[in-house]
């Protein structure tokens, strides 16, 4: 029983001892209406876009139809939450601009997510595997695996995900290693950004942009800084700016409306239970 509840007599208590001690099990019920509310009927509440983001949008935007985009699905279920909107988002805006897609993994469990997201976005645009993009697949080793793309990309991936020839399909034509590919991104919950930057952007001169969970933005902004990074997606609020962009709303946008909607009802019953306090600390002092 709360303490409202053991009150002598079962009289009512004064309402600055009620706020106080209000009953946790409403502040459940709240949080799980406002979490799931919003994804049942999005709200797509303002978005303002950040200039990391717009950065990354406004490279994508500079490219010509038929340049190469490679992305790098770098992240597993965990994180899919954060990183899946950002990936769709960028698919989309890649197909709007009809680019060349070249999508791989350096963890193992990418592959299939990549594939998944691949083709529903690839629907939605009509764009055909082989033609228009490629899943490439998973290789191990960050360095190793950069490098080898650096000499030949074929001979790093001699099959795609589907066990087709690489080096034979429509979409690879041109493409031999990095010095082809117009741009990487990198979308990871891991430091394979750096990787990335180290050796596609350092030593082969490839423009490299990241979408990044949001405990890892800071780790990545003195690349922002030293121009090492085109820009960078961060976190759940970074694929709602996206999806802004690209004008087209989906799980970034409904993310952050359950996360706003959670967060006020949170701050109203902080104020509340302390509005409560100092009431009745003001009626026990005149008391």
């Not at 597993?76 to 950002?86: F, H, T, V």
């Not at 009809?98 to 990549?114: E, F, I, K, S």
């Not at 764009?127 to 990309?153: C, P």
């Not at 990198?186 to 990044?212: E, H, L, Y």
Request: aromatic content about 8%; overall charge positive; proline content about 6%.
């Amino acid at each position: 029983m709360t303490p409202a509840d053991q009150t002598s007599g079962g009289s009512r208590p004064p309402l600055a001892e009620r706020l106080a001690h209000i009953d946790r099990r409403y502040l459940f019920v709240l949080i799980a209406l406002a979490v799931i509310v919003p994804i049942l009927y999005p709200l797509h509440l303002p978005v303002t876009v950040s200039r990391r983001t717009q950065d990354v949008y406004d490279v994508v935007e500079s490219l010509k139809p038929g340049s190469v985009v490679c992305i790098s699905f770098d992240f597993g279920p965990a994180s899919m939450p954060e990183l899946r909107p950002m990936a769709v988002a960028l698919l989309h805006h890649c197909f709007q601009r009809n680019l060349r897609v070249l999508v791989m993994t350096l963890v193992a469990d990418g592959p299939v997510l990549a594939e998944g997201i691949l083709q529903e976005v690839a629907k939605e645009h009509h764009k055909v595997a082989g033609r228009d993009y490629i899943n490439l697949g998973f290789k191990y080793g960050f360095t190793s695996v950069i490098l080898g793309m650096g000499a030949d990309i074929p001979q790093v991936f001699p099959k795609d995900y589907g066990q087709k020839s690489t080096a034979s399909q429509p979409v690879m034509e041109g493409i031999r290693n990095l010095s082809n590919i117009d741009l990487v991104v990198d979308i990871s919950s891991s430091s394979a950004p750096a990787a990335w930057i180290t050796f596609a952007g350092a030593r082969f001169n490839v423009k490299v942009a990241a979408g990044v969970t949001a405990v890892m933005i800071v780790d990545f902004y003195p690349y922002l800084q030293t121009k090492q990074l085109e820009g960078m997606i961060g976190g759940l609020k970074g694929a709602a700016e996206y999806e802004v962009l690209v004008h087209h709303p989906g799980g970034g946008m409904t993310g952050m409306d359950s996360q706003s909607i959670a967060h006020i009802v949170i701050v109203a019953f902080v104020l509340l239970g302390n509005v409560g306090y100092l009431a009745m600390r003001r009626s026990r002092r005149r008391g």
